[in-house]
């Protein structure tokens, strides 16, 4: 028997197994095989029996023989291989949602692929019905359109091809989008518009709109892709299935809105809410800042899986739209050093005031200077006081001497590793040789200095892959394989450090370490089974795995090749 087919029988007895198990009401679960348990006191383990949810046993398979209930259903994993469930620590959800339903823009090669797919998406639209997509991004394009401005393309050819319906194309950066004439029409965009504060409006020699908007100035167009309750609901269950089949358990939402948080507050008063969400309120509605500042913070149990106790504030832009603010300008535009989009006095207020009920305070920031700023705040606001838990999101460029102060403040580095795959061919053109060297993507440099780290994909800025996220932190490598010795190499992390960073580095930096993250007894039993030890493969190896089974409080949840 060759060994595909093998493998094949071995993945069909498995997926049987599961689908009977899923189906019975056995008071404890036994697992049996290979299990990582993010423990340093017992990293592997044989055997995990799993009762009410939660696990009650970890162990030699001996003793767990020994442990189990008589009438106990059984997972013999074989050749895969168990991990505590993966935490996905910086995404959003209900946008993921939208991105499997919306065009889909990654990897687009060219701007006039996006421009045939829009053409496409016009000729079976509705009059006036809004064509929405995200994922393009003008740094990895093969060719570059034959009118830019500022880099970047023009609205004309969109214009052209959907001339009655609106359309609404995000960056792939989150930070920035493109619009045709149509919308711009619909939300009265034109020369005389001023950009907001902390936004940008491209214009042309003439002064016109080229469609392009940063930052702030995107939320002009939110009424043409603002959602109803039920439509997030929607994306939310759509996004929820994605990420079991990624093999992710827990999600942090980086920066819900109210529509966000009423449909995650109503799907989890249903039960529809399987996947734990960790919901960090967006600090740019200041209304809703205020709303749950004064009241404590929401954390699930047992019977739940929503928990909202953090705020996200946006300090900056992004590298690909040079919005991104730094200390020094851009290598490649000497006119621009980003934008700032977050008032710092304001970011200080919301701190001190998040002390009274102990909510924690996340803050994007991209730049050197956006990081220092950030840092200086939670300096001034006397955080050190209590245990915070402040994190930076991305804290991708920084400057060298900013790493000890994250320490010292106790401030946690919530990094994106596929980022680096992503950007980092491009990233030098924006920062030059020497920043990427100092300060962009220092993981090792954060750990040396005993940093928390947490370790997320900015999904749908990025594929929530979690196997990519992995290769890119052993890695540093884009997902092609390149350069061969890695970027910057000596920035990597170890296989075991890149698991906790995916695990329980990010529960803990959501204060949930006692809960979730690792394979303890007490802990609830959320799992990720792979089918091959990414603890041991070879590197290039890692990105050919994939998931085999979900399962969150001993519920399976996914597995490959059974039918939905």
Do not use: C
């Not at 196997?467 to 390149?482: D, E, H, P, S």
């Amino acid at each position: 028997m060759s060994n595909t087919l093998k493998r094949a029988l071995t993945a069909l007895s498995f997926i049987l197994a599961v689908t009977q198990l899923s189906i019975s009401n056995a008071a404890d679960l036994l697992i049996t095989g290979t299990i990582y348990t993010a423990n340093d006191d017992a990293p592997v383990a044989e055997a995990v029996i799993i009762s009410n949810g939660r696990f009650s046993y970890v162990g030699s398979l001996d003793e767990a023989l020994q442990t189990v209930d008589a009438d106990h259903q059984r997972i013999a994993l074989g050749s895969r291989v168990a991990y505590p469930g993966f935490i996905e620590s910086h995404g959003h959800l209900s946008s993921l949602g939208e991105a499997i339903t919306n065009l889909d823009l990654n990897g687009v090669d060219s701007y006039q692929t996006i421009v045939g797919m829009v053409a496409e998406a016009a000729a079976k639209a509705a009059p006036g019905q809004v064509i929405k997509g995200r994922g393009w991004h003008q740094s990895k394009w093969e060719s570059q359109p034959d009118i830019t401005v500022d880099g970047f393309p023009t609205h004309r050819s969109l214009s052209e091809v959907s001339p009655n319906n609106p359309v609404f194309l995000g960056h792939a950066n989150g930070h920035s989008a493109l619009i045709n004439q149509a919308a711009m029409d619909a939300i009265n965009l034109s020369y005389n518009t001023t950009a907001p504060e902390g936004g940008v409006i491209v214009k042309d020699a003439k002064g016109n709109p080229t469609g392009i908007l940063h930052e702030n100035a995107v939320d002009l167009a939110y009424p043409l892709i603002a959602l109803s309750v039920d439509s997030t609901k929607t994306a939310i269950l759509a996004a929820q299935d994605h990420a079991f089949r990624w093999g992710i358990t827990n999600f942090h939402d980086a920066g819900a809105g109210k529509t966000d948080i009423e449909a995650q507050q109503l799907l989890d008063a249903s039960g529809d809410l399987k996947l734990r969400v960790y919901t960090m309120v967006s600090a740019q509605d200041e209304g809703l800042s205020n709303y749950w500042l004064s009241r404590p913070p929401v954390v699930a149990s047992d019977d739940s899986r929503l928990t909202i106790r953090s705020f996200k504030a946006v300090m900056d832009g992004a590298l690909g739209s040079r919005t991104a603010w730094l200390h020094a300008p851009y290598t490649d535009d000497p006119g621009t050093s980003g934008v700032q989009t977050f008032d710092e006095n304001r970011l200080i207020d919301i701190m001190e005031r998040s002390a009274k009920h102990g909510w924690q305070i996340n803050t994007h920031a991209i730049g050197d200077k956006a990081n220092t700023v950030v840092l200086d705040a939670i300096a001034a606001a006397k955080l050190k006081a209590r245990d915070h838990r402040s994190r930076i999101e991305h804290s991708q460029h920084l400057i060298p001497s900013d790493i000890a102060r994250f320490a010292d403040l106790g401030v946690i580095a919530s990094i994106q590793t596929i980022h680096m795959s992503s950007d980092r061919p491009w990233a030098i053109e924006r920062l030059g040789q020497e920043r990427i060297e100092s300060g962009a993507y220092v993981w090792r440099d954060l750990l040396t200095a005993e940093v928390h780290i947490a370790n997320g994909t900015d999904v749908p800025v990025e594929p929530i892959n979690p196997l990519a996220n992995f290769y890119a932190a052993v890695a540093r490598k884009t997902l092609q394989g390149t350069p061969d010795d890695g970027f910057e190499g000596h920035q990597r992390m170890t296989r075991e450090e890149t698991l906790k960073s995916m695990t329980v580095w990010n529960a803990y930096a959501a204060f949930e370490e006692d809960e979730t993250g690792s394979i303890e007894v007490g802990k609830r039993a959320d799992l990720t089974v792979l089918d091959e030890d990414i603890m041991i493969i070879r590197e290039a190896e890692i990105l050919s795995t994939d998931i085999a089974m979900t399962i969150v409080a001993g519920e399976v949840v996914y597995t490959a090749g059974a039918a939905p």
